[in-house]
């Protein structure tokens, strides 16, 4: 068998390549390294192709003779699409739109995609659950959703199969901490281990529900390979939500000392509360997180300290 992973070379991509290589899957990484790294998939046995999800000959080229695609290229940064929705849109529903031409073309069995949380935006009810109506509240949600909406088209009108996998917040090693798009553990934790300042954008008692980056790669392997599940979207989380505020303190007692953060003004675009039902993705898939968040934090720290050496 074998898988595309777009984004292949990213933080998320790259540990989906890792697990379906342990299960025996030949992987080709299709990746424009433009957050992505080659150093990702260092003692992976993965090939690397270079090129954007929005150049469709390339990425038809690379899929040629596989069997399962895994979508997680994408512009992944909520004020990077409001400062930028023509390039997000581009990239995030154009390439989106190009990997399912190309599976139709190429008699790709199942598509499986890197949905968000961003798009339950300003809907209130808590925890979010799949069969909420979507209410998007930045460029990046909204083409999080029209995504999905393809998705869902796509078995019945060309018998590919789909499956949308809700992402909330990820977390892990080689999640790249350099930019101020970045992932807010991952900026968090390389400050704290640096003694470098912390921002908290808001008033630090928004919520995420962080989940550790290898069960989302368990999470896409059961997504490519559970028999009956096309056309599904699951929420992909602990069905926990952790407050910026908590988050800090438990880092501070990782790290052995008090992280006072400066606040600043929120960031447009950003949702308030976030905490997944995650009960549909136990039920179809048999999936659940493991990793604790505090026990994640503990992996991530000893891993920076692997890269710093
Ligand atoms: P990442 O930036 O590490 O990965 C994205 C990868 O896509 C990078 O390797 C980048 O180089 C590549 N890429 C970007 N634009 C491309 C293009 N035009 N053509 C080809 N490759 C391109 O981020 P990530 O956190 O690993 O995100 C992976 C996916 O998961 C994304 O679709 C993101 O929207 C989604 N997601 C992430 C989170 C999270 O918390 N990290 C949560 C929900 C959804
Ligand atoms: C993240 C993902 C997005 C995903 C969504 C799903 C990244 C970069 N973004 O968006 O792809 O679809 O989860 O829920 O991985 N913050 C600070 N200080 C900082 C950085 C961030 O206070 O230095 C705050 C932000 O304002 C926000 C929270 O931390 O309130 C989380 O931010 P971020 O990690 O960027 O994630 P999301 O915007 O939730």
Redesign the pocket.
Same mark, same amino acid.
């Given at each position: 068998m074998r898988a595309l992973v777009?984004?292949?070379? %990213?933080?998320?991509?790259?540990?989906i390549g890792a697990r379906l290589c342990a299960a025996g899957i030949d992987v080709v990484a299709?990746?424009?390294?433009?957050? %992505?790294?080659r150093e &990702?998939l260092a003692g992976i046995d993965a090939r690397l192709v270079v090129?954007?999800?929005?150049?469709r000959a390339a990425?038809g080229a690379a899929m040629a003779g596989c069997d399962l695609v895994f979508?997680?290229?994408?512009?992944?940064?909520v004020p990077k699409s409001v400062e930028d929705p023509q390039l997000s849109h581009?990239? &995030?529903i154009q %390439?989106t739109l190009n990997v399912l031409l190309e599976a139709r073309a190429r008699g790709v069995k199942r598509v499986v995609?890197?949905?968000?949380?961003?798009i339950y935006g300003e809907e209130p009810t808590l925890p979010k659950h799949e069969g909420m109506l979507p209410a998007p509240i930045s460029p *990046?949600g909204v083409e999080?959703i029209t995504g999905e909406l393809y998705l869902k088209a796509w078995p019945k009108l060309y018998g590919v199969e789909t499956v949308t996998l809700? *992402?909330?917040?990820?977390?892990g090693p080689?999640?790249?901490p350099s930019s101020p798009y970045s992932?807010v553990i991952s900026i968090f934790v390389q400050r704290a281990l640096s003694g470098a300042p912390i921002t908290v954008f808001g008033d630090g008692l928004q919520t995420r529900d962080f989940?550790f980056?290898g069960d989302?790669a368990e999470a896409n392997y059961l997504a490519g390979t559970v028999p009956g599940v096309s056309g599904a979207t699951f929420n992909v989380a602990r069905g926990e939500q952790t407050t910026l505020v908590e988050l800090l303190a438990m880092l501070g007692r990782i790290v052995g000392r008090d992280l006072s953060p400066t606040f600043a003004e929120a960031r447009g675009g950003d949702i308030r509360y976030s905490i997944a039902d995650v009960s549909a993705a136990r039920a179809a898939l048999g999936w659940t997180a493991q990793v604790g968040v505090e026990d994640g934090l503990r992996k991530l720290v000893d891993w920076f300290a692997t890269i710093q050496r």
């Open positions: 777009t984004g292949g070379a %990213g933080f998320i991509g790259s540990h299709f990746d424009d390294l433009s957050t %992505g790294k &990702n090129g954007d999800v929005r150049d990425l979508h997680e290229a994408a512009v992944v940064s581009d990239v &995030n %390439g995609f890197a949905g968000s949380a961003a *990046y999080k809700r *992402y909330f917040n990820v977390f080689r999640q790249d992932g989940v980056v989302v």
